[in-house]
């Protein structure tokens, strides 16, 4: 008697317990013996898939069709993307209506920080409905040069300069020994958003020949600071800043 048929009648005898091994081990054995696909015709499945979806994607772009090609080793297609002059003013992100109501932005502060200023600033804000959130080094709250506070209401650790569409570097009178603010002003800046500038902020943006400071709106040379500022804010994205 062949011997998976035996395992099969002892266990019988053995109850229902013993039989479901028996049958998993006698399924197993035959799954065992079943042809598998060999690495090389996987690899071959894939390239091959890959080839056939390449000329689609030259389409679109042949760069990227050939970018693509490159990086999963199949060969680069020979076509070229469908060619089309046409463009939608409407539909450019350079010709969208810019209201600044209703978005967020973050105040970064510190101890030290000129109230007056702030006050006038969060009451433009307020007068269009935007949210800001006030963000610090650590919870409780922050003292201005008058002795005024201000409660922080998150910390660098904690949000992001990519959960907020423009900032306020508000600073005070660390100088630039924060490092979240430094961190949330290189972030907001490289990514085009518009940044307001107290007069106590100053030392946080750093200035060059290749830094133009397009949508960064200072202060200290601005006697309409807020209005700017809220403006600049409506703008979102300044895509010619260097």
């Known amino acids: 008697m062949k011997g998976k048929h035996r395992a099969v009648l002892c266990a019988w005898n053995l109850g229902p317990a013993a039989k479901m091994v028996a049958k998993t081990g006698l399924k197993n054995s035959e799954s065992r013996t079943r042809p598998t696909e060999s690495r090389s015709s996987r690899n071959e499945s894939r390239t091959g898939s890959a080839d056939r979806r390449s000329p689609h994607v030259s389409n679109v772009g042949t760069g990227l069709a050939t ?3 490159d990086y999963v080793n199949v060969n680069a297609p020979s076509g070229t993307h469908v060619s089309e002059e046409a463009s939608f003013p409407s ?5 969208t209506p810019s209201y600044p109501y209703t978005l967020k932005f973050g105040i970064l502060i510190e101890n030290g920080f000129n109230s007056e200023e702030v006050k006038r ?3 433009a804000f307020e007068k269009y409905a935007i949210m800001y959130d006030f963000i610090g080094e650590k919870f409780g709250a922050v003292t201005g040069s008058d002795g005024q506070t201000i409660t922080i209401d998150t910390t660098f650790l904690i949000t992001d300069a990519a959960m907020h569409d423009s900032l306020y570097v508000v600073g005070g009178n660390g100088g630039t020994s924060n490092p979240g603010i430094m961190n949330f002003v290189g972030n907001a800046y490289k990514h085009y958003k518009p940044i307001g500038v107290a007069a106590t902020g100053n030392s946080y943006i750093y200035t060059s020949d ?3 400071l397009a949508g960064v709106i200072f202060a200290t040379t601005n006697p ?7 403006s600049a ?3 979102q994205r300044f895509w010619g800043r260097t």
Do not use: G, H, R
Request: aromatic share 8%; proline share 0%.
């Open 210 to 212: 290749q830094n133009n």
């Open 91 to 95: 539909l450019s992100q350079t010709n």
């Open 224 to 230: 309409d600071f807020e209005n700017a500022f809220v």
């Open 233 to 235: 804010i409506a703008k």
């Open 67 to 69: 970018a693509i090609a």
């Open 121 to 123: 600033v969060t009451d």
